[in-house]
Structures are given as structure tokens and as C-alpha cells.
């Protein structure tokens, strides 16, 4: 005679622990065709995510590399694409060389808007990937199936706004479709010009999950909305040393700032 088992208590435990444990993260990696800027917005429910998962270089591609995270493939795409293979070739010669392929979410944009994405088969639901001229939006167990549309309808009716912005309002959607299903405890925004330096790298490393606070994407917009301003500034300064402070400067611009 055959019985059925149900999970009891200790059981249901680890399921959900296991659940909880997993690395989760929805990411909008993009490139603006006018200006050629690259940027990466993500958000997730494990700490810094800004650390181990985008990867940026001037001039040649943005690469986020998530799911079950091997911060090692993002530098390797990125000496890929500045070797100048397309973004397809590139996943191509990853998966041949990453034993753990089939656990990774990969996506890509080179300096030319070709995209690349790679959702593995043991990223866990709800996952997978959205792209268009020059974006991806992707994510992995993921709170809703709502989250993916909702950052891509962001994205294309944010058009004409500043790049930073478009990205921030693209995670901004993406939590408030649902986004990570365990929380929101870090989050990123990294937009690189011409420098082989960021001109906007902001990050929320660790935000509590406590009711009623904000978590790393409001907090994130918190740090975005005092950095915006300066954006013209720190792309001047570092090539003209003599300029006055920031403070002054943004009261040059009609700005009074306050902590």
C-alpha cells in the first residue's frame, strides 16, 4: 500500500528557509542610444548587491550576473565584449565555460545596444527576461508575474527623462509590482559616461526589513534625488580642480542643500 507524506512543521521550516536563503534580484541593465551611456538599476533581497552583480565599462558594455551569483563572470563578459564579440557570442562562450550555467541569470548590453540575456533553468520562478533596443529587464523568484512588464512599460514611458531617472523609475515599478519576494535589502544605480569611473554609482548596501520603513529602493531614490543635481558638477571637477566647492556650486544653480 502507497502513503502519501505531508510536510509537517520542521519540513515546511526548511522549505521556507531554503526559500528565503535563495539570491534573488530584478535588474534593468540598458544603454541610452542618444548619448551612449550604459547603467545598471537593481534591487534584491540578500545584502550589497551593487557589489557582486553589475559590471560596467565605458565604451564597451553593461553586464549583470545574478540568480545563483558568480561575481567572476561579469569581468569575463565584459573583456569579451571589449574584444568585440556581440552579446549573443559572449553568452555563448560563457555557458561553454561556467559548470553552473543552468543556475545563473545573465543579462547584457554592449556599447552598440545588442543585447544578451540567459535565464537558467534553476533560477527560480517567477523568472525570466524582457528586452528591446537597448535594454534588458530581468528577474529571478521574483514577488509577482507582474514585475518584469511593469519595469519594461516603465522604461518606455520614461523616455526623453534623464537616463538615472529611467532607471530609477524602472526598479521603482519592479518592487512595487511585487520584486524580490523576500525584500528589498539592497539596492543599486550605476550610469558610466566617457570615464572609466562611474558618473553616478549609488548603492544601498543594507536596508532593515522592518514595517513602516523604507527599504533599499526608497532609500536608494532617497540618495538619487541629493545626487541628481551634482551629476554636471563631478563630470567637470575632476578635469578642473579649481572650481569652487559643491555646496557653493549648487547655489550656483538656484539649489540651497539640506541634509
Known sequence: MGCHRHAGPATRRSLHDHRRNHTMT???????????LLG??????P????????????????????????????PLAIELLSLGYAPEKVMAEIGASDAGFAYRQIGMVDRHGRVAVHTGAEAKQHKG????????????LL????????????WRDSA????????????????????????????????????????????????????GEPDAVDLLRRAFDQYKPM??????????????????WLKTQG???KD
Open 129 to 140: 527576461a524582457l528586452t528591446g533596443d537597448g535594454y534588458v529587464v530581468m528577474g529571478n
Open 231 to 248: 551629476i554636471p558638477y563631478y563630470k567637470v571637477r575632476p578635469h578642473n580642480p579649481s572650481m569652487i566647492g559643491w555646496i557653493d
Open 160 to 211: 526623453g527623462e534623464l537616463f538615472e531617472e529611467r532607471l530609477m523609475r524602472v526598479i521603482t515599478a519592479g518592487r512595487d509590482a511585487g520584486g524580490d519576494a523576500g525584500g528589498h535589502r539592497s539596492a543599486c544605480l550605476i550610469v558610466y559616461d566617457t570615464e572609466p569611473y562611474g558618473r553616478t554609482d549609488l548603492r544601498v548596501d543594507f536596508a532593515p526589513k522592518r514595517a
Open 26 to 36: 530584478f535588474t534593468i541593465v540598458a544603454r541610452e542610444k542618444e548619448s551612449g
Open 143 to 154: 514577488g509577482s508575474a507582474q514585475v518584469l512588464p511593469d519595469m519594461e512599460r516603465a
Open 47 to 74: 545584502l550589497s548587491v551593487g557589489a557582486r552583480c553589475p559590471f560596467i565599462r565605458a565604451n564597451v558594455g553593461a553586464v549583470s550576473t545574478q540568480a545563483y551569483t558568480d561575481p567572476g563572470l561579469g
Open 255 to 257: 539649489i540651497d542643500f
Open 40 to 45: 545598471i538599476a537593481q534591487s534584491t533581497n
